[in-house]
C-alpha cells in the first residue's frame, strides 16, 4: 500500500494540494473555501489538544455530528494520534446513543449543535465511568452544559486553542505520533444501523479503509479537478470512504451540502462532476422528471416525448456494442440541445460521475440515466467490508448488476447462494463480540455477507436478496421480497413498499402511496380528499392500486405475486426509525408498527 494509515494519506494530500479551497462549506447564506493549509492546522490542534486530555492509542472518541469540515477534523485528529473515531448519526435518539457510548466507552464526544449537545446532557449522568470531556463545534457563548464535575466541557475554539499551546511547546510531536499508527491499528469502530437486532460495532483498521481506496482509485478516475457534495451521512462508511478518503486520495475538493432537505439547491451552487448517493436520490430525481413530464402539453410534451425515445434507441445501441447511426446520432444531439441538459443542469450541470450504493438500484432507474449520458457507477459492499466489494466501471458496466469484484477482492458464491467475500478489505471483528465476529468470518478468512446472489459468466455480481429477508410461504415457496419491492417501486404511485409473506399462503404488502400524485388524481375525480386516511380506504383508490399491481406483476411467476396490500398513510422515515440512514426499510421496525395490520392482508387465518 502506498500509505501506512490514514493520516500519513491526509499529510500527502495537504502537501500535495495546498491550495485555497481544499473544503467549502455554507456561511451567512454563501459558501466559503477553506484553504488546505487552515484545514491542516486545525487536524493538528485538535490532536495536540487530544493528547492534553490524555487520549491515548487505542482509546475511543465519538464524533455525534451532520456532514461539516469540522467532522474531518476531529475524525482525522483521532487517527492520527492512533485512536478510534466512532461516529454516531445526528438523527439518533439519546436513548441509542448512550448504548453506542457505553459499548464503545468512548473517552470523549464531539458535537456539532446546542441540540446534539442537549442527548449529551440527558445521558452524561451514565457514562461518568470513561468520559472525561465534550467538545462543542459551534459557539457556545457563556453557556456551560449540565454535565458531571468529571467531564470537561469545551468549545471548538477554546479545545483548538489548548491545542495551539501544546503545539508551540512540541513542534514535531504530531508527526512522530502519525509516523507510529500501524496499518492493523483500529481506525474506526461504526455501529450497523442494521434492519434487525441491536448495532454492532464493526472495527475497521487502517488497512482495511486504505486497500479499500487503492482499489477503488484503480477502477474509477479521479483528479484534482473534481467536486464532490457530500450530503449522505459521513456516519455511514460509504459517504466516509467513498465521498471523504477517496476524495482525499484522489485530490477532490468536497464541499458539504446545507442538509438532505437544500440538496437540490445545494447542486446548483456547488456544480460538482461526481455525485455518490443512495438509490433514492435517483429515484427522486427521475420522479421529478416524470412529474414535470406529465405536466406538459401539446408541442412541448411532444418533443419531451420524442427526445426520450431517441436516448432509449441510442442507449440499446450502446449497451449492445452497436453503432449509432449519423443520423441518430444527429437526433441524439439535437435532442440534448433541447431536452437533456435541462435535465442534467439540475445536478449543475458538470456531473461526469454518478455512483450509487447503500442500497440496490432498480434497473430502470440505471437504464433511463444511461439513456441521457449520466452512467450511474452502482457498487455493492457492507460497513464489515470497508464497505466496497464490487463495483461498475464506465467501460465495464451493466445495469442490474453491482460490478466486478474490485482488485484484491475476492468473492464467491457459497451452495446456498449467499455471497462470501475474501481480503484486505474484510473487518477485523466485531467490538467486544468474538462470537459474532467468529459466525461471520469462518476460518478460511470467508465473510458471510448475509445476501443472495450469483455472478454471471463476464463475473458480474448481481445480488437477489437478503439471505435472512427471503420468504417461505406456507405452500413452501422461496421468494426474494427485494425483488419484487423493486419492480413495484417502478410506478410512480408508489413511494414505498414492504412484500411479507413469510409462512403465510401468499405474499402481500404494505404500501406507502405517493401522497401528491394521488391526492391530484383523487380531487380530478371528484373525491374527498381529507381526512387522507379515509382516501386510501375508499373503494376506487383500492381498485386503482389493484390495477397497478396487476399490470406491474406480470412478469412475476404467480406465487410471487402480491394477492393484498395495505395502504398506508405516513412515509416511512429515518426518524421514526422505520429507515436505515441509506433509507432501508427496517423491516423489524415496520412490523412491530403496522403487524396488527396483517388480519387485512390474511383474513381468511387468525393473525397473533
Do not use: C
Not at 97 to 112: N, Q
Not at 414 to 431: C, N, Q, S, W
Not at 574 to 603: D, F, N, S, W
Request: hydrophobic share 40%; proline share 6%; charged share 25%.
Amino acid at each position: 500500500m502506498r500509505f501506512r494509515n490514514l493520516a500519513e494519506m491526509f499529510l500527502h494530500y495537504v502537501r500535495q494540494y495546498d491550495r485555497p479551497d481544499a473544503l467549502y462549506v455554507k456561511r451567512h447564506g454563501r459558501y466559503r473555501p477553506i484553504p488546505t493549509r487552515e484545514f491542516y492546522d486545525h487536524v493538528v490542534e485538535l490532536a495536540h489538544f487530544l493528547r492534553s486530555m490524555n487520549v491515548q492509542p487505542g482509546d475511543r472518541v465519538a464524533i455525534l455530528s451532520e456532514n461539516r469540515p469540522e467532522w474531518f477534523y476531529a475524525d482525522l485528529a483521532v487517527l492520527s494520534i492512533g485512536g478510534a473515531s466512532v461516529p454516531i448519526y445526528a438523527t439518533l435518539p439519546a436513548g441509542q446513543i448512550v448504548y453506542i457510548l457505553r459499548d464503545a466507552e468512548t473517552v470523549g464526544v464531539f458535537v456539532s449543535t446546542p441540540e446534539q449537545l442537549a442527548k449529551i446532557e440527558q445521558i452524561a449522568s451514565e457514562l461518568t465511568d470513561f468520559l472525561r470531556f465534550v467538545v462543542l463545534f459551534e459557539e457556545a457563548g457563556a453557556y456551560r452544559p449540565a454535565l458531571p464535575a468529571a467531564v470537561q466541557f469545551f468549545s471548538l475554539e477554546r479545545a483548538m486553542e489548548v491545542g495551539r499551546q501544546d503545539r508551540a511547546r512540541q513542534p514535531d510531536w504530531w508527526e512522530r505520533a502519525v509516523a507510529a499508527v500501524q496499518p492493523e491499528d483500529l481506525a474506526t469502530i461504526i455501529y450497523t444501523s442494521g434492519t434487525t437486532g441491536e448495532p454492532k460495532g464493526v472495527m475497521l483498521t487502517h488497512r482495511n479503509f486504505l486497500s479499500n481506496i487503492e482499489a477503488t482509485l484503480q477502477v474509477l478516475t479521479l483528479g484534482s479537478s473534481d467536486v464532490h457534495l457530500s450530503f449522505l451521512p459521513l456516519s455511514h462508511v460509504f459517504e466516509r470512504m467513498a465521498g471523504y478518503y477517496t476524495m482525499l486520495a484522489g485530490g477532490a475538493r468536497i464541499a458539504f451540502a446545507e442538509s438532505i432537505d437544500k440538496v437540490a439547491e445545494n447542486l446548483l451552487e456547488i456544480r460538482p462532476t461526481i455525485i455518490i448517493a443512495v438509490p433514492r436520490f435517483y429515484e427522486k430525481v427521475k420522479a421529478r422528471i416524470d412529474e414535470m413530464a406529465r405536466q406538459l402539453t401539446g408541442l412541448r410534451k411532444r418533443l419531451f416525448e420524442w427526445a426520450l425515445r431517441v436516448a432509449e434507441r441510442v442507449g440499446e445501441r450502446r449497451r449492445a456494442g452497436r453503432a449509432v447511426s449519423p443520423w441518430l446520432a444527429l437526433q441524439y444531439a439535437l435532442a440534448d440541445r433541447l431536452v437533456y441538459h435541462k435535465i442534467k443542469a439540475r445536478t449543475g450541470g458538470r456531473v461526469r460521475t454518478l455512483v450509487s450504493g447503500g442500497a440496490a438500484l432498480r434497473k430502470d432507474i440505471a437504464v433511463f440515466f444511461d439513456n441521457l449520458g449520466l452512467r450511474i457507477l452502482e457498487g455493492y459492499g457492507l460497513t464489515e467490508t470497508s464497505p466496497v466489494i464490487s463495483v461498475n466501471t464506465p467501460t465495464a458496466w451493466k445495469p442490474g448488476s453491482v460490478g466486478r469484484p474490485i482488485p484484491g477482492v475476492e468473492v464467491k458464491i457459497a451452495e446456498d447462494g449467499e455471497i462470501l467475500t475474501r481480503g484486505p478489505h474484510v473487518m477485523k471483528g466485531y467490538f467486544r463480540r468474538p462470537e459474532a465476529t467468529q459466525a461471520a468470518i469462518d476460518p478460511d478468512g470467508w465473510f458471510h455477507t448475509g445476501d443472495i446472489g450469483y455472478l454471471d459468466e463476464d463475473g458480474f455480481l448481481y445480488i437477489t436478496d437478503r439471505k435472512k429477508d427471503i420468504l417461505v410461504t406456507a405452500g413452501g415457496k422461496n421468494i426474494a421480497p427485494q425483488k419484487i419491492e423493486n419492480l413495484l417501486k417502478q410506478s410512480p404511485w408508489i413511494e414505498e413498499v414492504m412484500v411479507v409473506g413469510d409462512g403465510k399462503p401468499y405474499p402481500a404488502a404494505f404500501i406507502v402511496p405517493s401522497r401528491e400524485r394521488l391526492v391530484a388524481w383523487a380531487q380530478e375525480k371528484g373525491l374527498p380528499v381529507e381526512p387522507y386516511e379515509e382516501l386510501l380506504r375508499h373503494p376506487a383508490v383500492i381498485q386503482l392500486y389493484e390495477q397497478i399491481l396487476q399490470d406491474l406483476q406480470t412478469s412475476l411467476a404467480r406465487f410471487e405475486q402480491v394477492k393484498r396490500f395495505v395502504l398506508l398513510p405516513q412515509s416511512f422515515t429515518i426518524e421514526a426509525g422505520e429507515l436505515t440512514p441509506t433509507l432501508k426499510v427496517r423491516r423489524r421496525v415496520v412490523m412491530e408498527k403496522y403487524g396488527h395490520l396483517m388480519r387485512e392482508l390474511y383474513p381468511e387465518e387468525v393473525v397473533a
